[in-house]
């Protein structure tokens, strides 16, 4: 079974893949935009989940306007904090973590938790960015679990 840290590295290398293929589309389009939109999209939500983890303000919103650049550099950064997170063992990805969501609505999760729904979320979306970049003409990336233990 996969752990969080191998978990953790499919995404990073998942992200990575839908980024090449949104850059690969017409900078002008409007698939490109609403790539971009849901890419940012990702990297937020990871951003927001990560500093609750770690107990600091985040810098983003869910929905954030950035750039491809941008949005890539915050995953990138995201993700190493959040393997380091995964590394600290069993007894902190049980830590319990109080939070607020964006509407104001709180809750209470463990890391573990918190962790699997950072990994999870963003299939959903890399779907969608797949289908945009599909309808645009561009080669959509695949980002399948199982691709990714394939290559060497």
């Known amino acids: 079974m996969a752990d969080l840290s191998s978990l953790l590295t499919h995404l990073a290398w ?3 893949r839908t980024r090449a293929s949104i850059a690969a589309l017409d ?28 107990g ?3 810098r983003h919103a869910v929905w954030p306007a950035l750039t491809l650049t941008e949005a890539a550099a915050l995953s990138r950064e995201t993700l190493a904090g959040l393997r380091e997170v995964a590394a ?27 962790l699997t729904q950072v990994v999870l979320h963003g299939s959903h979306h890399r779907g969608q960015v797949a289908m945009l970049v599909r309808r645009a003409g561009g080669q959509p990336a695949a980002t399948d679990w199982i691709f990714h233990r394939r290559e060497p």
């Not at 940012?40 to 609750?52: C, F, L």
């Not at 007894?91 to 918190?114: H, P, W």
Request: net charge negative; hydrophobic share 45%.
């Open 14 to 16: 998942a992200d990575e």
């Open 27 to 54: 900078p002008q389009s409007d698939a490109y935009a609403e790539c971009v939109r849901l890419y940012a999209h990702m990297a937020a939500a990871q951003h927001v989940w990560y500093t609750r983890v770690v």
């Open 56 to 58: 600091i303000a985040a």
């Open 88 to 114: 600290r063992g069993e007894e902190a990805l049980a830590a319990v973590v109080d939070y607020q969501t964006g509407s104001g609505a709180r809750f209470q999760s463990t890391v573990d938790e918190i």
